[in-house]
């Protein structure tokens, strides 16, 4: 009989052994064998884990921990891995978005034995990230995520997708040079490289390791917060979300982002400094979200609004995690704190990516995807998409609502949850002002489907098969686009009415033995109503400035600020010497 410890390590091997099935449908078939074999192969790489997500359940919802060492090796040469409540909800982030955005990919592309191949390691990989309890493997981990990634994104025919892809490839490099460097610290300070080693070791040391230690602890904290992409790390991430293919936007956006901070969290949470640097994480995440939606509020390409949407929406969740990893997960605050963060990690993932698979159809068929001029857009979907309901339109509305924070969406009832976690700090007011933003950035966005006014219009499809900007246009509305968008918008309907329950399950697993009490959200309080009414209403407030004349020179300028490679080194420089000063002088300094 199969063990549990067996089941729980199933999300990282059938993805594995989907991937090779693919590989093999690429090179050993041909014609209608190959597919069969890929699709098995995705069967089995997203579909079966779930089977184990299931068995599993139970077990995590009472705290035990499903642990091990890959290979039969004893721990201290094998592979770590650690299953609990947090790894369990990490896997069921990942693998409900993996499914929507492959199925997705099947009707708009890219598609075939590689894609599956290449898009099924990317999920092991992190499914793995979430797992693992070693440093040294959490950097492998990510690795492998990034190098899936960084191909993913290349395969994408767009235009600057390439050097995109690079700019990705060479931060992340670099970041993870640094993260090596951290590794290297705290294993010539403690001799191990599993979590609870090196925590045990410090805590034995003088001063808990002094400087060495510190330093450690920022190098690897700076390298994983450029895979979050929070302020000033997240230069990589526009280009690369706007310019990948639409599933994988919706992967990245909704998954890869968070996964990285997630795994940050089981270091963070047992080192003697980590609080620290969970705390300014935290102050650097309301900073984001600010920030964020004010740079998403000046761009006119559609998906580059979207991905600037996600860097203000993970500073959302980076701002409560890092205050949960602050309080500690040993109290009702921290708990109350990352339970918030990671059902916004997991709304947010769900709304985002039906965001990314409906306004990509959208812009396919409509030849152009600049905000100031396409409008029509319902329009083209029903005559040129042939969409006889207008299935994308509903799916965007849903999607829209959710990030805006109406009700009865599960936007709404996650960042009424975090917002609830934050209230009496000043992130509260970041916050506040940046989920007005937030409605005025999606105001600005519907206006491609509103009816088309006089030199206004989305192009029709023609005898061409690019539009004047360059990008490829696929203008037929397939039903595998159609399955994905309504799995997603499905979730963020049902997710926000079962808000409460689930929210109960996520605190419950998050728990450190599985026994903490239920919490309640009270979502539908008349402050909560009321502030949601608010923010709507300085959000069309603010539209009508945004689109002003001084309002729209203003965000172009921001829009057309300098960005360059070197940018980007100097703002990982920076902030990570500004992350060691903090941990060695800064917290004592403010004081």
Same mark, same amino acid.
């Given at each position: *009989?199969?063990?549990?410890?067996?089941?729980?390590?199933?999300?990282?091997?059938?993805?594995?052994?989907?991937?090779?099935?693919? /590989?093999?449908?690429?090179? =050993?078939?041909?014609?209608?064998?190959?597919?069969?074999?890929?699709?098995?192969?995705?069967?089995?790489?997203?579909?079966?884990?779930?089977?184990?997500?299931?068995?599993?359940?139970?077990?995590? *919802?009472?705290?035990?921990?499903?642990?091990?060492?890959?290979?039969?090796?004893?721990?201290?040469?094998?592979?770590?891995?650690?299953?609990?409540?947090?790894?369990?909800?990490?896997?069921?982030?990942?693998?409900?978005?993996?499914?929507?955005?492959?199925?997705?990919?099947?009707?708009?592309?890219?598609?075939?034995?590689?894609?599956?191949?290449?898009?099924?390691?990317?999920?092991?990989?992190?499914?793995?990230?979430?797992?693992?309890?070693?440093?040294?493997?959490?950097?492998?981990?990510?690795?492998?995520?990034?190098?899936?990634? +960084?191909?993913?994104?290349?395969?994408?025919?767009?235009?600057?997708?390439?050097?995109?892809?690079?700019? +990705?490839?060479?931060?992340?490099?670099?970041?993870?040079? &640094?993260?090596?460097?951290?590794?290297?610290?705290?294993?010539?300070?403690?001799?191990?490289?599993?979590?609870?080693?090196?925590?045990?070791?410090?805590?034995?040391?003088?001063?808990?390791?002094?400087?060495?230690?510190?330093?450690?602890?920022?190098?690897?904290?700076?390298?994983?917060?450029?895979?979050?992409?929070?302020?000033?790390?997240?230069?990589?991430?526009?280009?690369?979300?706007?310019?990948?293919?639409?599933?994988?936007?919706?992967v990245l956006s909704g998954v890869l982002i968070k996964t990285p901070l997630f795994a940050l969290s089981r270091v963070l949470l047992i080192l003697p400094a980590g609080s620290l640097a969970?705390?300014?994480?935290?102050?650097?995440?309301?900073?984001?979200?600010?920030?964020?939606?004010?740079?998403?509020?000046?761009?006119?390409?559609?998906?580059?609004?979207?991905?600037?949407?996600?860097?203000?929406?993970?500073?959302?969740?980076?701002?409560?995690?890092?205050?949960?990893?602050?309080?500690?997960?040993?109290?009702?605050?921290?708990?109350?704190?990352?339970?918030?963060?990671?059902?916004?990690? =997991?709304?947010?993932?769900?709304?985002?990516?039906?965001?990314?698979?409906?306004?990509?159809?959208?812009?396919?068929?409509?030849?152009?995807?600049?905000?100031?001029?396409?409008?029509?857009?319902?329009?083209?979907?029903?005559?040129?998409?042939?969409?006889?309901?207008?299935?994308?339109?509903?799916?965007?509305?849903?999607?829209?609502?959710?990030?805006?924070?109406?009700?009865?969406?599960?936007? &709404?009832?996650?960042?009424?949850?975090?917002?609830?976690?934050?209230?009496?700090?000043?992130?509260?007011?970041?916050? &506040?002002?940046?989920?007005?933003?937030?409605?005025?950035?999606?105001?600005?966005?519907?206006?491609?489907?509103?009816?088309?006014?006089?030199?206004?219009?989305? !192009?029709?499809?023609?005898?061409?098969?690019?539009?004047?900007?360059?990008?490829?246009?696929?203008?037929?509305?397939?039903?595998?686009?159609?399955?994905?968008?309504?799995?997603?918008?499905?979730?963020?309907v049902a997710g926000g009415i079962a808000a409460s329950p689930i929210f109960a399950v996520v605190y419950r697993l998050l728990s450190e033995n599985g026994t903490a009490d239920a919490v309640?959200?009270?979502?539908?309080?008349?402050?909560?109503?009321?502030?949601?009414?608010?923010?709507?209403?300085?959000?069309?407030?603010? =539209? =009508?400035?945004?689109?002003?004349?001084?309002?729209?020179?203003?965000?172009?300028?921001?829009?057309? !600020?300098?960005?360059? /490679?070197?940018?980007? &080194?100097?703002?990982?420089?920076?902030?990570?010497?500004?992350?060691?000063?903090?941990?060695?002088?800064?917290?004592r300094f403010l004081r």
């Amino acid at each position: *009989m199969m063990r549990l410890e067996d089941l729980a390590f199933a999300p990282v091997v059938l993805p594995l052994l989907g991937a090779a099935m693919a /590989f093999c449908a690429k090179a =050993f078939l041909k014609g209608r064998a190959t597919r069969i074999l890929e699709y098995a192969g995705a069967a089995v790489g997203l579909g079966l884990p779930w089977i184990s997500f299931a068995a599993t359940f139970q077990a995590v *919802m009472a705290g035990e921990v499903l642990q091990g060492v890959v290979g039969g090796w004893y721990g201290g040469v094998g592979v770590l891995y650690r299953f609990d409540g947090l790894a369990w909800l990490v896997n069921v982030l990942g693998y409900s978005v993996a499914i929507a955005s492959w199925v997705y990919s099947l009707g708009a592309g890219p598609r075939g034995p590689t894609f599956t191949a290449v898009f099924l390691i990317q999920t092991a990989a992190l499914a793995a990230t979430a797992m693992t309890a070693d440093l040294f493997n959490l950097f492998v981990c990510l690795e492998v995520m990034g190098i899936a990634s +960084y191909v993913l994104v290349a395969s994408s025919d767009k235009p600057g997708a390439l050097l995109a892809s690079f700019s +990705y490839l060479m931060v992340s490099a670099t970041a993870m040079v &640094f993260f090596l460097l951290g590794v290297y610290g705290f294993y010539r300070l403690t001799g191990s490289l599993s979590y609870v080693g090196i925590s045990e070791a410090l805590r034995t040391l003088p001063d808990s390791g002094g400087t060495a230690a510190l330093v450690s602890l920022a190098l690897v904290t700076a390298a994983v917060a450029v895979r979050v992409a929070v302020m000033p790390l997240y230069g990589w991430l526009p280009d690369a979300h706007a310019l990948a293919p639409h599933a994988i936007s919706a992967v990245l956006s909704g998954v890869l982002i968070k996964t990285p901070l997630f795994a940050l969290s089981r270091v963070l949470l047992i080192l003697p400094a980590g609080s620290l640097a969970g705390e300014m994480m935290g102050y650097s995440g309301a900073v984001t979200a600010l920030a964020g939606v004010i740079l998403a509020l000046s761009q006119k390409d559609a998906k580059k609004l979207l991905a600037y949407h996600s860097i203000s929406q993970i500073g959302y969740v980076v701002c409560a995690w890092g205050a949960a990893i602050a309080a500690g997960m040993a109290t009702e605050t921290g708990r109350i704190m990352m339970a918030a963060a990671f059902l916004h990690a =997991f709304y947010h993932a769900l709304f985002k990516g039906l965001l990314f698979l409906t306004v990509g159809t959208t812009t396919d068929c409509a030849g152009q995807r600049d905000v100031h001029r396409l409008r029509g857009a319902a329009r083209l979907l029903r005559s040129w998409g042939g969409e006889r309901i207008p299935l994308t339109l509903v799916g965007f509305s849903i999607g829209a609502l959710a990030i805006s924070a109406v009700p009865p969406f599960n936007g &709404f009832a996650s960042k009424t949850a975090l917002s609830e976690a934050m209230k009496g700090s000043w992130q509260y007011g970041l916050l &506040f002002v940046a989920g007005i933003g937030t409605a005025t950035s999606f105001i600005k966005l519907s206006r491609i489907y509103w009816p088309a006014g006089k030199g206004v219009v989305g !192009r029709p499809r023609d005898a061409a098969t690019v539009d004047v900007a360059g990008y490829p246009r696929d203008t037929t509305t397939r039903a595998t686009v159609l399955l994905a968008e309504g799995w997603l918008a499905l979730l963020c309907v049902a997710g926000g009415i079962a808000a409460s329950p689930i929210f109960a399950v996520v605190y419950r697993l998050l728990s450190e033995n599985g026994t903490a009490d239920a919490v309640s959200l009270g979502l539908y309080s008349w402050p909560n109503l009321l502030k949601t009414t608010l923010t709507l209403a300085g959000g069309a407030l603010l =539209f =009508f400035g945004v689109v002003s004349g001084p309002g729209s020179a203003a965000l172009k300028r921001i829009r057309e !600020r300098s960005l360059s /490679f070197h940018g980007l &080194f100097v703002s990982f420089a920076f902030g990570t010497a500004f992350l060691t000063w903090w941990l060695l002088y800064g917290f004592r300094f403010l004081r």
